[in-house]
Each structure stands twice: as structure tokens, then as C-alpha cells.
């Protein structure tokens, strides 16, 4: 939850991009990231929550290259947790 602290503080400072949270199983954590996402909504800042890691990889991506810069970088820093 350390690193959720600074990512928040980092999306408060912009506003022209999308923000994907990715909850795998906990209840406690999607709780705290749709509090997030309602604050942010104030902002008319695009906050979506997934419990799918590529669902979330989708909506992010705007093409197919842009996909796979996605997965390379998920990929290259073992950010995914599903797998």
C-alpha cells in the first residue's frame, strides 16, 4: 500500500491520462481504490477498477502496438500478479 501512496499523490498532479487499478482479491483494497475512483471522478479524471490484468491492459491501450509497449513493460518490471 506504500507505493498506492506515492502512485496517488503522482495522479493528483495530472489530469489528461487514464488510470487503471488492478485488484486481484481483496476486498479491502477495492474499497479503498473506488474511494479513489469517486474522488478522482470529481476531478474528470478516467479511473477505472479491474480485477483482470489484461481487461485493464485493454482499456488502456488506444491500438494494438500501444498493447504490446503495455505488455512489454508489465512484463519487463513482473508488475502483473495474476499470473
Known amino acids: 500500500?506504500?507505493?498506492a501512496t506515492g502512485i496517488a499523490r503522482g495522479i493528483d498532479k495530472r489530469s489528461d491520462y487514464l488510470?487503471?487499478?488492478v485488484i486481484i482479491d481483496s476486498a479491502l483494497h477495492y474499497g479503498m481504490a473506488r474511494s479513489m475512483?469517486?474522488?478522482e471522478e470529481e476531478k474528470r479524471k478516467e479511473v477505472r477498477i479491474f480485477r483482470d490484468a489484461d481487461?485493464?491492459?485493454d482499456w488502456l491501450a488506444f491500438d494494438v502496438e500501444e498493447r504490446?509497449?503495455?505488455d512489454g513493460f508489465v512484463n519487463a518490471n513482473n508488475v502483473r500478479s495474476d499470473s
Open 19 to 21: 488510470v487503471a487499478i
Open 37 to 39: 475512483q469517486m474522488f
Open 55 to 57: 481487461k485493464a491492459l
Open 1 to 3: 500500500m506504500h507505493g
Open 68 to 70: 504490446k509497449v503495455l
